[in-house]
Structures are given as C-alpha cells and as structure tokens.
C-alpha cells in the first residue's frame, strides 16, 4: 500500500508546479507581447527618423552661384567643415561669443565688435547673423534670446 504522507507531499507539490507554471505561462505571455510593441516601436522610428531626414534634406538651404559655382557663404557645421570656411565677420562673430563668460545678447557682442548698438538698424544685421550662424549649428541660441557657443 502506499504511504498516504509521502502521496499527499507529492500532490502538494505538483500543485505547487502547476501554479509556477501558470505564472511563468503568463510571465512568458508578457514578455512576447512586449517584445511585439517593442518591434512595432522601432520600425516607427525608423519611418519618422527617414521622414525627418528627408525634410531636412529638402529644407536644407540652396547654395548661392558664385562664377557658375554653387556655394553656400555660411555652410552647416558638420564634421570636416571647419571654421575658417565662413566669412572672416561671421569668424569674428563667433570669436567673440566663445570669448564671453556665459550666454550673451546680440548687443553685447555688437559692443565687443565696434558696431554702434544703440542705433537699431547696426543692430539687426548682426543679429541676423547670429541667428544664421544658429540656424546652421555653429552657435546656440537659447529661448531667452541670447547666443552660446555649441559644445
């Protein structure tokens, strides 16, 4: 006959089996269907990153002529384009952005280069300038309207 103790261990503990396997089945259930969103999710950002960088190709500015050449006067920083490829005032320009000891306004850095701030029409150039010069990368322009050096 058998031993009713040692029958009801081994009833315990396939009990305690099929619960651990009903957990680890929805364990399992769980981590596949993360696994599928995690798939999705990635396949949607490389659409959106091909996306972007096709509006940003498009939106890239065309390059001027210069004798039949095509050029760009204030080129996007990118790696290999160095600074010396920009106009010497735009040089200048960022020279005296780097030199400050934090973020400066475009007045600030007119005070540095000689030009007359307090008459609105010296100003705006060289703030057009600045905001040429952060639209292409080569500095940062911050909400509060001040210009830093990009690291």
Do not use: C, N
Request: glycine share 6%; proline share 7%.
């Amino acid at each position: 006959m058998l031993d009713p103790e040692l029958l009801e261990r081994i009833t315990a503990r396939r009990a305690e089996l099929d619960e651990l396997e009903e957990q680890l089945a929805k364990q399992l259930a769980e981590v596949r269907a993360e696994r599928d969103e995690l798939a999705v999710a990635e396949r949607v950002l490389e659409r959106v990153s091909e996306q972007i960088a096709d509006e940003r190709a498009s939106a890239a500015p065309a390059p001027g002529q210069v004798a039949g050449q095509p050029v760009m006067l204030i080129p996007h920083r990118e790696p290999g384009v160095e600074e010396t490829t920009l106009p010497p005032d735009y040089q200048r320009i960022l020279a005296t952005v780097r030199q400050a000891a934090g973020p400066v306004m475009a007045r600030q850095v007119g005070d540095v280069l000689g030009v007359d701030v307090s008459v609105r029409g010296k100003l705006e150039p060289l703030r057009g300038k600045l905001v040429r010069l952060a639209d292409r990368g080569w500095l940062r322009k911050l909400p509060d309207g001040r210009f830093t050096t990009r690291l």
